[in-house]
């Protein structure tokens, strides 16, 4: 089966770095994704990784190792516009399978305080 | 830019109605996926299409069936809606792989 873990609610503040973590569980592992997710919106993309390593985009960092089921999303010089959930979910392409599929983690609901 | 578009944002429908809710994606994308969202439980898949008439069960598929008869469209479909049934659902599309899922802008249906 398949498992992803992260926290449930995490609180930072303006200006500062968060590092959210996600730990996963996966009979054939495809790669990572993590997303946010604003009150009442559509989930929107924010990173990808497939490898081991760290991706960079702007303001946003995620990190993986396949190896030890791991990875995390790092924001930096927060905005209160960071405030919403973060999904880290996984693409699990399991050997008997026709297809993959994307699976999700609960998210994690951050909230920015100025 | 991507497009994924379900039907209807917002559903009533009462116990033990048919319901359908539509997805229609404009990328020629591969996967179409119906999720879920509730409350402290997340997005749990509940089918996946890789596939035109090609469909496999996600985690949650019991009260749910689907159907794809053309590659742009996915259809969910609730055979007898009850009251627990009630929730944000969520479409999304992607390529075959090694790309990110793109997703529609949610449909809260609410089961009386």
């Known amino acids: 089966g398949q498992n992803i873990d992260q926290p449930t609610e995490m609180t930072a503040t303006e200006g500062a770095i968060v590092q959210i973590n996600c730990t996963y569980q996966?009979?054939?592992?495809?790669?990572l994704f993590w997303y946010q997710q604003h009150a009442g919106e559509a989930p929107t993309f924010l990173s990808y990784n497939v490898l081991d390593g760290l991706e960079e985009t702007g303001r946003f960092s995620s990190f993986l190792s396949r190896s030890k089921g791991y990875s995390y999303l790092l924001l930096k010089e927060l905005q209160m516009k960071d405030s919403a959930s973060y999904l880290c979910a996984v693409r699990d392409f399991p050997l008997y399978s026709s297809a993959s599929k994307i699976i999700f983690g609960s998210g994690t609901r951050l909230s920015i305080r100025p | 830019d991507v497009k994924v578009t379900q039907s209807s944002r917002y559903l009533v429908k009462r116990t033990g109605e048919k319901v359908f809710l539509e997805c229609v994606q404009d990328m020629d994308h591969e996967n179409m996926f119906w999720y879920r969202q509730d409350p402290g439980l997340g997005l749990r898949l509940i089918y996946f299409s890789y596939d035109v008439k090609m469909k496999e069960k996600g985690d949650i598929p019991e009260g749910y069936s689907v159907s794809r008869e053309k590659k742009e469209r996915f259809s969910l479909i609730l055979e007898s809606a009850s009251t627990n049934q009630t929730s944000m659902y969520l479409c999304?599309?992607?390529?075959?792989?090694?790309?990110?899922?793109?997703f529609g802008q949610g449909t809260r249906l609410t089961v009386v």
């Open positions: 999304a599309s992607s390529k075959r792989t090694n790309t990110e899922a793109f």
């Open positions: 996966t009979s054939g592992f495809n790669g």
